[in-house]
């Protein structure tokens, strides 16, 4: 199985700041990466999908880059929806296999 | 827009089979492969399995011997079987359609199952 690893774990942030969560595979996956947003008691939301294209919908202060094994999102200006936790999620071999979460909190 | 809806029991028995079913909605179920994916409490999701329209599937390996999904194309369901579940079973149950292979872009609520006697 290809193995995320995703840093920070947990992330405390203010309103307005800029903040990047990284995602590094255990072997290359091309692009075949999407980032989510989950909320308590919600199902994840996607964000992200093929390493940079942005969700319809999805406000622009959102963005993702990376190929191969290392992958950020960022969040360009943090507004007070935006926190939750991310997780990043392979595609590109099977079992599909997600990140161990990256929670992001208000500091 | 597709929308997705589990249902099932909320609580199960050790060494019993979970049963869950999800309902699409709004869409033509032959436009995803429908998933199935599981959350812990406390816990990032793992991903169960796959069924496309055709009865096609793929499974986690970690699961697989456990494992049975169903399409019913008639009734516009798709469903999850779990056998001898165990208290490490216990997750919110999530069912989610993957497109192309490239990302999950329609989710249910979730429903929350519990193995416990």
């Known amino acids: 199985d290809i193995q995320l690893t995703q840093s920070p774990s947990f992330l405390s942030a203010c309103v307005g700041d800029r903040v990047t969560i990284t995602c590094r595979a255990s072997?290359?996956?091309?692009?075949?990466l999407a980032w989510y947003q989950q909320k308590p008691g919600k199902a994840p939301k996607l964000l992200i999908y093929?390493?940079?294209t942005l969700q319809s919908g999805v406000p622009s202060r959102f963005s993702g880059s990376g190929s191969g094994t290392e992958f950020t999102l960022t969040i360009s200006s943090l507004q007070p929806e935006d926190f939750a936790t991310y997780y990043c999620?392979?595609?590109?071999?099977?079992?599909?296999?997600f990140g161990q979460g990256t929670r992001l909190e208000i500091k | 827009q597709v929308q997705l809806q589990e249902s099932g029991p909320g609580l199960v028995k050790p060494s019993e089979t979970l049963s869950l079913t999800c309902t699409v909605s709004?869409?033509?179920?032959?436009?995803?492969?429908w998933s199935w994916i599981r959350q812990p409490p406390g816990k990032g999701p793992e991903w169960i399995g796959y069924?496309?329209?055709?009865?096609?599937?793929n499974f986690n390996p970690s699961l697989k011997t456990r494992v049975t999904i169903s399409v019913d194309t008639s009734q516009n369901q798709f469903s999850l079987k779990v056998s001898s579940v165990t208290a490490a079973d216990t997750a919110v149950y999530y069912c989610?359609?993957?497109?192309?292979?490239?990302?999950?872009?329609?989710w249910g609520k979730g429903t929350t199952v519990t193995v416990s006697s």
């Open positions: 093929a390493a940079s």
């Open positions: 069924i496309f329209y055709s009865g096609s599937t």
């Open positions: 709004g869409g033509s179920i032959s436009s995803y492969y």
């Open positions: 072997q290359g996956i091309s692009s075949y």
């Open positions: 989610a359609g993957l497109r192309d292979y490239y990302y999950m872009d329609v």
């Open positions: 999620q392979q595609l590109d071999n099977f079992p599909i296999t």
